[in-house]
């Protein structure tokens, strides 16, 4: 019996001889190839251009650092302020470089000995202390400052205030003043912390902004400023950052489900205390987390801080040899705004990189100091970011709902 | 349920019923609802003319398809519409214990310490079982640990919770199960010894068996308690309640005896939703 013949599905097509199923090519699948290289190649040019100065940094600044035997890090190099570095020859041609107060020490230890040849390079010696100290210093400040503020403003527009078009206009305000430049804020603090901030003292100066004598004391408000020193630098850079802070603490606010909030005030809490209690220890370590990552931002900047609190040079940390009277406290004391811990200028890690790496000439010698702090500036920044990470981690499994 | 079980519940000899069924209503008006309107956004009222009264003791079921104002009435009898800034009264009153609720001079965290609260979503904070029904009395000031423990344990007992979790008061809220972080819930809410229990489709993220634990529950709550519940489901309405209200787009349509709006509603579009013409 005869199988009666079956068509081929599609036979009646032009071509019926290939499979419809099968690719076929044509310009837009052309198109969709090109499409996916590019953006390959533009995700690997930055992973490349990365790896490139990472590992440029790697090479030239570890050894600086690093040691191989014990204690592994370069000590001299983290005990020590910057100071010159002097080469210098005597007369059996034994060569010498060392930090200039290591040079003293030797010529003092060596007087007999004549020195044939010397050089000094600036800046080359010593080791990062006052730039990291400073740096750390200012940061705290910041974090301080930032945190405080940034936090009650969040609360306020998250939790108290009506929403409306005004309240938008606000936030966006704090968002723009994100895109300020830094140099602009470093001028602002300039203007604002380091000329007419208000200060306490007896002896206000000619060039006060306002000055206005308090009832029953010989001292006066006096809208002088503060001078350069760490206390303007830190607020300087806690503006900076505020944006930042205030939406990461938005962020963490609008996360925490409205039924906390509702429940609480079910109960007859007063609005401040469900905040505290039901809402705020449960944002809390997003905040934190989303913080420190812009800390870590911050604590890099050179601009704001080059205007008002740091020096290129400075012989003692800021806790050494505070000219002190008798009624001398932490911030202040009458007679004069001087001597206070918090107003005493500081050297900058970012602003001591920015010395060395413009302001001196470039030769073998600056080069150890250059790249040397700028992979002791890349640990501390990847080693914020990995607490940050870390952080986030923790809090994540402890808390849910 | 069976058939027969229902019926027997529905009859005037079960005792929660008896009462009203054949004798006018004795006891006090707790809640009296004046001619309320109430719209959320200028322009658009959501409750329409209101006018009921809850009564002291009784379980008071709030009834009608979505969208029909039941919840938007119950959250203003606690005043927590004023947490929605546009929203609020334009007509009428709502009073307890003869208070206007929105004078000036009455103060809605006063307010909310008299009228509690459950929620539909069960909210308990991610605090410790202990920390969660203890929470009402500490943000009062109340400290003492003597008086805390053993508003506690009274509370958990009522929320019928505490043989289940004496031994583990310091283990997390969230730690339970749906229906026991509701039982949680409600604990937290007469911890502060309301007189009245306003409860939102308490059950309605819940299963079956937890569903029937809770109505359970309600039914002894209503000896301490006066109790307004909102609620989608008919059955449970006729299982529950006392009184029932029908409501249908911000109207109150009928408002009596559970039995009798079940069985021989006065007005036809009543008699609709309960035979389940539409809804």
Redesign the interface.
């Given at each position: 019996m005869a199988v009666p013949a079956t068509e081929p599905p599609f036979a009646d097509t032009a071509d019926a001889a290939e499979n419809p199923l099968y690719a076929k090519p044509s310009a837009l699948k052309r198109r969709d190839q090109v499409v996916s290289i590019v953006l390959a190649i533009a995700t690997y040019a930055i992973l490349a251009c990365a790896a490139f100065i990472f590992l440029d940094i790697i090479r030239k600044g570890a050894p600086v650092v690093l040691e191989s035997s014990f204690p592994f890090v370069n000590t001299e190099f983290f005990t020590k302020s910057p100071e010159s570095l002097i080469t210098f020859e005597i007369e059996d041609g034994s060569y010498f470089e060392m930090g200039s107060s290591d040079y003293y020490e030797w010529k003092s230890e060596n007087p007999d000995v004549r020195i044939v040849e010397e050089h000094a390079h600036p800046y080359s010696g010593g080791g990062i202390l006052g730039p990291l100290v400073g740096t750390a210093l200012l940061t705290g400040i910041c974090i301080v400052v930032a945190l405080f503020i940034g936090l009650a403003t969040a609360i306020f527009l998250n939790e108290y205030s009506?929403?409306g078009k005004f309240m938008d206009s606000i936030r966006l305000a704090i968002m723009n003043l994100a895109g300020v430049p830094s140099i602009v804020f470093g001028l602002f603090g300039l203007g604002l912390f380091c000329l007419v901030a208000p200060v306490i003292t007896e002896v206000p100066q000619e060039r006060a902004f306002l000055t206005i004598p308090i009832l029953f004391t010989d001292s006066y408000l006096s809208f002088e400023g503060w001078g350069t020193c760490m206390l303007a630098g830190g607020f300087t850079l806690a503006v900076m950052i505020l944006p930042v802070i205030i939406a990461a603490c938005e962020e963490s606010l609008k996360a925490i489900?409205m039924?906390?909030r509702?429940?609480?005030?079910?109960?007859?809490?007063?609005k401040w205390?469900s905040i505290s209690?039901?809402v705020l220890p449960?944002a809390f370590p997003g905040m934190l987390t989303a913080s420190i990552l812009g800390i870590t931002r911050v604590a890099g900047e050179t601009a704001p801080i080059m205007f008002t609190a740091a020096l290129a040079h400075k012989d003692k940390l800021p806790w050494q040899d505070i000219p002190v009277n008798e009624e001398a406290n932490f911030l202040a004391q009458s007679g004069e705004w001087t001597g206070g811990f918090l107003s005493q200028s500081v050297q900058a890690l970012p602003y001591h990189i920015y010395t060395v790496a413009a302001r001196i000439p470039q030769n073998e010698w600056t080069r150890p100091m250059q790249y040397g702090s700028v992979f002791v500036f890349m640990v501390v920044v990847m080693l914020f970011a990995a607490l940050s990470i870390y952080l986030r981690i923790h809090y994540r499994k402890k808390?849910?709902? | 349920m069976s058939d027969q079980e229902s019926e027997e519940i529905l009859s005037p000899e079960h005792s929660s019923v008896t009462t009203s069924a054949q004798q006018p209503d004795t006891a006090d008006i707790v809640i009296e609802v004046d001619d309320v309107n109430f719209s959320y956004v200028k322009g658009t009222e959501v409750l329409r003319d209101i006018t009921m009264d809850i009564r002291k003791g009784e379980v008071t079921a709030l009834i009608g398809p979505s969208g029909c104002g039941k919840s938007t009435l119950l959250r203003c009898i606690n005043r927590m519409n004023d947490l929605i800034p546009t929203a609020g009264i334009t007509k009428g009153e709502i009073r307890i214990l003869d208070t206007d609720i929105y004078d000036p001079k009455v103060d809605p965290i006063e307010l909310r310490k008299h009228v509690g609260m459950v929620f539909q979503k069960y909210n308990p904070f991610p605090k410790s079982i202990y920390e969660n029904v203890a929470f009402g009395l500490r943000i009062q000031g109340i400290k003492k640990k003597s008086v805390l423990d053993e508003a506690v344990e009274r509370s958990l007992k009522l929320a019928g919770l505490w043989e289940e979790v004496k031994d583990r008061l310091d283990a997390s809220g969230l730690g339970l199960s749906g229906g026991q972080q509701q039982r949680l819930c409600i604990a937290r809410t007469v911890a502060v010894e309301p007189k009245i229990i306003l409860m939102d489709e308490p059950c309605s993220a819940l299963d079956p068996i937890s569903t029937t634990i809770i109505e359970e529950l309600i039914r002894q709550l209503k000896e301490e308690f006066t109790i307004v519940i909102v609620t989608h489901n008919m059955q449970q309405a006729t299982r529950i309640s006392d009184k029932t209200a029908y409501f249908f787009l911000g109207e109150l349509i009928e408002m009596d005896e559970t039995i009798k709006i079940f069985n021989s509603p006065s007005r036809r579009e009543t008699e609709d939703y309960i035979s389940g013409r539409f809804g």
């Open positions: 009506s929403k489900p039924g906390f509702e429940a609480s005030l079910a109960l007859g809490a007063t205390q209690k039901s449960y808390v849910k709902w | -």
